[in-house]
T-cell receptor
């Protein structure tokens, strides 16, 4: 089991550019989550999917953020246009059983300059 | 809204000694789960231990154990025989039963001194 795989590991982009973060959950896990980690706000849930369907996107900060899960093995988080305040570490996580915690990926560190 | 508080921004411990990290939470729910996650410099969040609120017995995982005080809403993590590899940020997290959202504390940075 390769775990939750995120790419890229680091992303540096200029303000106004489109950024796409990618995630491959653990096979068989039917829930997928996107979290953001910043020094100021800590870890925040952005959105989560169940069986590829978005269930709760109330944590998505603005319309500039969008997430998709076209199939059980792939999800994207897109920011368009990006702004410096979007700089953070973005984590993807997946889980199978409701009792247990998530399995997190290694995160993508996004820097918007 | 539920909140999780970790009152110790930083802690240090000597190798082979024992350290306890504090966590308190605020909730009016009776059904919930509590977790400790470790975040080493590699950045990945690793589940250390979990506790179901309905269980009175404290969870243990090898050198890691918790002191779950439900009435006091306290959930501390004890690390025994500390090792250099235990150095990391430790996050306490709460999840309400039936909810998918994890609420995290701000974290405690643990340093292990040789």
């Amino acid at each position: 089991d390769a775990g939750v795989i995120q790419s890229p590991r680091h992303e540096v982009t200029e303000m106004g550019q489109e950024v796409t973060l990618r995630c491959k959950p653990i096979s068989g896990h039917d829930y997928l989550f996107w979290y953001r980690q910043t020094m100021m706000r800590g870890l925040e849930l952005l959105i989560y999917f169940n069986n590829n369907v978005p269930i709760d996107d109330s944590g998505m900060p603005e319309d500039r953020f969008s997430a998709k899960m076209p199939n059980a093995s792939f999800s994207t988080l897109k920011i368009q246009p990006s702004e410096p305040r979007d700089s953070a570490v973005y984590f993807c996580a997946s889980r199978l059983d409701s009792v247990y915690g998530y399995t997190f990926g290694s995160g993508t560190r996004l820097t918007v300059v | 809204a539920q909140t999780v508080t970790q009152s110790q921004p930083e802690m240090s411990v000597q190798e082979a000694e024992t350290v306890t990290l504090s966590c308190t939470y605020d909730t009016s729910e009776s059904d919930y789960y509590l977790f400790w996650y470790k975040q080493p410099p590699s950045r990945q969040m690793i589940l250390v231990i979990r506790q179901e609120a309905y269980k009175q017995q404290n969870a243990t995982e090898n050198r890691f154990s918790v002191n779950f005080q439900k009435a006091a809403k306290s959930f501390s993590l004890k690390i025994s025989d500390s090792q250099l590899g235990d150095a990391a940020m430790y996050f306490c997290a709460y999840r309400k039963g039936g909810s998918e959202k994890l609420v995290f504390g701000k974290g405690t940075k643990l340093t292990v001194n040789p």
